[in-house]
T-cell receptor, first 114, second 116 residues
């Protein structure tokens, strides 16, 4: 069983639409949740982090966390072609030697077409 | 200068060669990491260093040997690799937060390794 699971896509949405990316995780003690964006040929960059249940908004991005259901999602409003990338969900456990010990999903490829 | 710099960006080596990957961070972070990214597979954590001390070795084969001389530099020494080791090797750094964990990693551009 995969520890962090994402729909690999590709997910294709028209420009201006809402893109919805989902992620589920298996370890109930997970405490920190992250979304990274990776453009083709580039390294991942952090776009959102969320630690508490509920929604967290940052510009056009909204992260949603539901620990009871063990899922985290990312909504991208008013999608732009420049949002086309692979989105990586990452999960970690707080404490001890768990510095940066992220478990990544396989990524969802998003394509925003004009 | 960029935050996390990796060299070389591309490396081709034979199975009997010995080479090293270098990573340098200019962010004042205390933790550094090596991740492996292979096609169609999730990013895999290889090693973690906190304040120059190795705190994680994720069952990595001994043909990969990390070295962290200080909090700003990290190396990955490679020897007798296999073709299946061909991948993108990503270095990252972070500043630990209270509670002992941060997932807010800053990645370098990666070193693309091809083993013939």
């Amino acid at each position: 069983q995969k520890e962090v699971e994402q729909n690999s896509g590709p997910l294709s949405v028209p420009e201006g639409a809402i893109a919805s990316l989902n992620c589920t995780y298996s370890d109930r003690v997970s405490q920190s949740f992250f979304w990274y964006r990776q453009y083709s040929g580039k390294s991942p960059e952090l776009i959102m982090s969320i630690y508490s249940n509920g929604d967290k908004e940052d510009g056009r991005f909204t992260a949603q966390l539901n620990k009871a259901s063990q899922y985290v999602s990312l909504l991208i409003r008013d999608s732009q072609p420049s949002d086309s990338a692979t989105y990586l969900c990452a999960v970690s456990v707080i404490g001890g030697t768990s510095y940066g010990k992220l478990t990544f999903g396989q990524g969802t490829i998003l394509t925003v077409h004009p | 200068e960029t935050g996390v710099t990796q060299t070389p960006r591309h490396l081709v080596m034979g199975m009997t060669n010995k080479k090293s990957l270098k990573c340098e961070q200019h962010l004042g972070h205390n933790a550094m990491y090596w991740y492996k990214q292979s096609a169609k597979k999730p990013l895999e954590l290889m090693f973690v260093y906190n304040f120059k001390e190795q705190t994680e070795n994720n069952s990595v084969p001994s043909r990969f040997s990390p070295e962290c001389p200080n909090s700003s530099h990290l190396f990955l020494h490679l020897h007798t690799l296999q073709p299946e080791d061909s991948a993108l090797y990503l270095c990252a750094s972070s500043l630990p937060r209270r509670g002992g964990n941060t997932g807010e990693l800053f990645f370098g551009e990666g070193s693309r390794l091809t083993v013939l």
